[in-house]
């Protein structure tokens, strides 16, 4: 499957949707880090930067962490946290490798426009296959606080051996993205099978719709048992395909911000940038079956239920439950709230205090009391 030149024309309306994702994380992130003055250094990794602009001078992956870099200029100068950002760009089979000349000229040409990124910014250039460049520079990411953003255009890095060795790494936030809609293409090819290997009958029998949901039960399903690794899908739409972001961290506090992001982008199902349950169509009734739930309301159906089970829960139980679904905190805040005014479970004070801040950061663990009628 031959790769697409996708810089060579206007980025499209999915392009700008994952790039508008990492963007989010990576504002997201860098402050995370660079308030905590003990780490010292941060390192991010975009193994596939293009040039830095598409034809209708729309930011790249490049420009943009240098434009997140910048809005906390502030405290990077005031902790004294030295970056270091490593970009990679390389086109196989061409002599004249343009894309990273154009990489390397637009990225100093924005920091000639901030003086002030001398002081604590250096990027490393990479012109090589990044297959390659991902186990050479495995050793730099283990030993830093680490973003890594792998935007390929096809699948080769989800398979197994890449999958391990970032299931091995404790301070690292990745982003990958994959084209999933291609294994019903592509699926029994040697490429494909060897990225990640999916019985032809699965992908026969799938909606399109869910193609990314398969690729990512798949490679979730890979994972070591004790892994703590956490994984959460995004799926993209792009005119006739379906494509997809996988977002992966161990740490709950990423994973609280990487949901917000995507929650944020669709309130209805915070797993895609279309109605990928059609819930819009949930709130007709059905002669036959009554109302359908959405997403949302099928959580809160399936916690209150576990809840009822229970004598007592603590807020951090609820929490990890809610994160481990896909859903935000205040999902289960609502429903908790409602369950109190119900006379259905107890807990002192108006707010539940369900929360990251609360649960990790404070370490204020609250009992909520069942109440059996």
Known sequence: MSAKNIHSEPFDSGTITKLEIFEDYAQAWIPTFV????????????????????????????????????EQLGNILSTKTKIVLHFNEFEPNRKSQKKFELLKKNCE??????????????INYYN????????KLIPII?????????????????????VDELEKLNTTD????????????????????????????????????????????????RLPENSEL??????????????????GSKNYAAVDKF????????SLNGEADFDIDEDENKIQLDMFEGQKMTKVEKFKHELELKLLERKTVTNKNILMYTYSNGHIPQHAVDLLKQLKNQGKLEYTGKSPCLNYENVFRKKNIVNYKIIKK
């Open 142 to 162: 283990k030993e830093y606080p680490s973003l890594v953003y792998l935007d390929q255009n096809g699948v080769k890095f989800i398979s197994q051996e890449y």
């Open 109 to 122: 040409d924005y920091i000639l426009q901030n003086p002030k990124f001398k002081y604590f910014l250096s």
């Open 230 to 247: 956490k994984l959460f899908p995004f799926s993209i739409k792009k005119t006739r395909n379906i494509y997809g972001i996988i977002f």
């Open 35 to 70: 308030m905590q003055p003990h780490f010292g250094e941060i390192h991010i990794f975009d193994f596939f930067s293009g040039p830095g602009y598409d034809s209708n001078k729309i930011a790249g992956s490049p420009i943009r962490t240098l434009e997140k870099i910048n």
């Open 174 to 221: 990745f982003i990958y993205f994959v084209s999933s809609s291609f294994f019903r293409r592509y699926g029994m090819t040697e490429e494909f099978k060897k990225a990640l290997e999916i019985d032809i009958k699965e992908l026969e029998s799938e909606e399109y719709r869910n193609m990314h949901r398969l690729v990512f039960n798949k490679i979730n399903s």
């Open 128 to 135: 090589e296959d990044a297959e390659e460049l991902f186990f």
């Open 259 to 266: 949901l917000k992001i995507a929650w944020k982008r669709n």
